[in-house]
């Protein structure tokens, strides 16, 4: 029936069955919202190169913004030009991370945040780039690596995701930057469902170059799931600070020089960063 004069439909109400079910489906729907409120407690650790132990300054930067996170390094060959590669590292990391908090974008917009970065910095130099946030629209977790630094995804002691190192020859790793040919869209894109008690670990290569996937999974499980995310960054970065200096040890790093055609044994000495992230309620 319609009621001409004000222009509106009488809607015959709705059977009481259909509002109890509609009722119990919203109630099911604000159970499953509720059961999967679940955010990423941090630590982070920062190690300088040996060589510059003196300064405390190294090449690494990273950000830690709520459920978000990113390392970034800075490539060292800009010293030879008399350029502080620390600079624009530590720049990339500050925009991406303000693009989130200041403008409000959200986690969800990690990668933008990080195309926004790459596009305003305004220091010379460059630097790979690794980000990870908790989205929670698609309840997953997205980011992107490019370069040579990395993020591994731990459950149970098992590796369930790694980055792949990109590099367009042997320690030439792809960057963003001055002169640099890379873009974010050449980064590896990551999109994962994680699970409350998954370990995340980000890590400049000065971690991935001297610390072996095993070696890894064998100190987190040296430590029962209750062991707090900054103990266990500081101990994954002294280990592999320890790992760098020792000139006997078959580290990846001389494993992928021998493999290039190069002559190496031992460790790696470098910057080392460390996030790690424990996905909790």
């Not at 913004?65 to 502080?84: H, P, R, S, T």
Request: a negative charge; hydrophobic letters at 35%; proline letters at 3%.
């Amino acid at each position: 029936m319609q009621c001409s004069r004000l222009g509106l439909s009488i809607m015959k109400p709705k059977p009481m069955g259909w509002i109890v079910r509609h009722y119990n489906k919203q109630k099911e729907d604000i159970v499953k919202i509720v059961s999967r409120c679940i955010h990423l407690h941090w630590g982070a650790a920062g190690l300088p190169h040996p060589d510059k132990l003196g300064s405390g300054k190294g090449e690494d930067a990273y950000f830690v913004e709520e459920n978000a996170a990113g390392v970034f390094d800075g490539v060292g060959g800009w010293e030879a030009k008399g350029v502080d590669p620390s600079l624009y590292a530590n720049e990339l990391a500050n925009k991406t991370a303000e693009l989130r908090k200041v403008r409000i974008k959200g986690s969800c917009q990690i990668v933008d945040a990080l195309e926004y970065a790459a596009q305003s910095t305004t220091f010379m130099g460059s630097s790979t780039a690794t980000v990870v946030a908790y989205c929670e629209e698609k309840d997953s977790l997205i980011g992107l690596n490019l370069g040579d630094s990395g993020f591994l995804q731990v459950r149970k002691g098992s590796v369930l995701f790694r980055t792949t190192e990109q590099q367009h020859f042997f320690n030439c790793p792809f960057q963003l930057g001055t002169g640099s040919r890379n873009r974010v869209q050449d980064g590896e894109f990551i999109d994962l469902r994680i699970e409350v008690g998954d370990w995340l670990i980000l890590g400049t290569d000065g971690l991935f170059d001297n610390m072996k996937t095993e070696e890894i999974l064998e100190l987190i499980g040296c430590y029962d799931e209750n062991v707090d995310p900054p103990l266990l960054a500081h101990r994954l970065a002294q280990t592999a600070m320890e790992f760098s200096m020792d000139e006997n040890k078959t580290s990846p790093f001389a494993e992928n020089a021998n493999e290039a055609g190069f002559i190496y044994l031992g460790g790696k000495r470098d910057d080392i960063t460390v996030l790690v992230g424990k996905v909790v309620k």
